[in-house]
């Protein structure tokens, strides 16, 4: 083989192998691209889910802000009220205890006649005997009741915020053949709630009245002492609650 033909022959086995080499290289670069490819896709993915998680942190933070927020609301507004409602029951327990002096002054003249007045639990209470208001077996109201129902009257007319229940009660002695000791005691208490009313201008809208019969006994029935001391007429004084509750609604 002549030098001549030699040296086209090398130069084109050079192109070939530099071109090989130069296929082998896009190839790899192909393929490393591929993967960056890959690769970016995979950290996009993660990045996403990343930021997804921290937007969910993001979200839940600022919803447990709004309700500590809401939660520190309710519990100044419950303080809030708390207060009232101390205050409010502070005054209401002056007031009764001032009540509860007037009446037991304004029916000393009475103690020795079944009259005891006393405070008990928030509220005031005047038990009233038999002996003072009826008769045996009557709900008819005598001389001496009126007389003490107007001195305790004079004193219910200068708090006209609180209201007052009249409950009547009764031993266990049926008071006559075949009576009805629930139908006397109720009897009596509405005949002090109509003096007071009518006579003594208590305003009704303040007066409630009961009957206990036998049912509330404060002594033995089976003595004699104890069974009068059971036949009795209770006047119970005490704040008007749902005045006091409205007051605490309009603090809000």
């Known amino acids: 083989m002549t030098r001549k033909l030699i040296i086209p022959i090398t130069l084109i086995c050079i192109v070939l192998f530099t071109s090989c080499a130069a296929k082998k290289k ?24 990343l930021q997804k998680q921290l937007d969910e942190f ?12 809401k939660y520190r609301a309710e519990c100044e507004n419950a303080k809030q009220k708390l207060e009232v409602v101390r205050a409010l029951v502070a005054e209401q327990y002056a007031t009764l205890q001032e009540v509860d002096k007037k009446i037991a002054d304004a029916l000393s003249n009475f103690n020795d006649k079944g ?43 200068e708090y006209p915020k609180l209201k007052v229940y009249v409950v009547g009660n009764t031993d266990d002695k049926p008071f006559k053949k075949g009576g009805d000791n629930m139908t006397l005691s109720t009897d009596r208490a509405n005949g002090v709630v109509k003096i007071l009313r009518d006579d003594y201008k208590v305003d009704p809208s303040r007066l409630t009245s009961a009957g206990r019969g ?39």
């Open 115 to 157: 009259v005891d007045v006393y405070y008990k639990e928030g509220l005031v209470y005047v038990s009233m005997s038999e002996g003072l208001l009826y008769k045996s077996g009557s709900s008819t109201l005598g001389p001496d009741a009126k007389a003490a129902l107007g001195n305790l009257a004079s004193v219910l007319n």
């Open 214 to 252: 036998k049912y509330s006994p404060v002594a033995d029935n089976s003595t004699a002492d104890g069974r009068a001391k059971n036949r009795r007429t209770e006047i119970i004084i005490n704040p008007d609650l749902i005045k006091i509750w409205q007051s605490v609604q309009d603090s809000q």
């Open 58 to 69: 993001d979200a839940q933070r600022k919803a447990n802000m709004a309700a500590f927020e």
């Open 26 to 49: 896009l190839a790899a670069a192909e393929a490393a691209n591929t993967q960056l490819q890959a690769d970016k896709a995979a950290l996009t993915s993660k990045n996403e889910a």
